[in-house]
């Protein structure tokens, strides 16, 4: 049984930065792609970021481009997802999730791809 936590999220201004991280365990971790989602009120699941299985591939959402990176360390079984230049836009619930097949590269994008989801973190940003 995979396990994935989240920590981080917060009320932050806009034009603040978050660091949002996700723990994992049950599973070999470094084996596997991981990603960040997120949902807001009346809205679907969409994509942020994602990082392969070693972090040299990623891929991130037009709408978090060149203002989020995301990292992770294999020895701490731990993803991150640095946020910066945060928008009222991006106030959403977040989540990490970890790849079904181990190895992927490059990353993918949909949700469906993913079987293990962390419970979430609340982030607002206000204006």
């Known amino acids: 049984q995979v396990q994935l936590v989240e920590s981080g999220g917060g009320l932050v201004q806009a034009g603040g930065s978050l660091r949002l991280s996700c723990a994992a365990s049950?599973?070999?971790?470094?084996?596997?792609?991981m990603g960040w989602f997120r949902q807001a009120p009346g809205k679907e699941r969409e994509f942020v970021a994602a990082a392969s299985w070693r972090g040299g591939s990623t891929s991130y959402a037009d709408s978090v481009k060149g203002r989020s990176t995301i990292s992770r360390d294999n020895a701490k079984n731990t993803v991150y997802l640095q946020m910066n230049r945060l928008k009222p836009s991006d106030t959403a619930v977040y989540y990490c999730?970890?790849?079904?097949?181990?190895?992927?590269?490059?990353?993918?994008?949909?949700?469906?791809?993913?079987?293990?989801w962390g419970q979430g973190t609340q982030v607002t940003v206000s204006s």
């Open positions: 999730a970890a790849d079904k097949v181990p190895y992927r590269n490059p990353v993918v994008s949909t949700p469906s791809s993913y079987d293990y």
């Open positions: 049950g599973r070999t971790f470094s084996s596997y792609a």
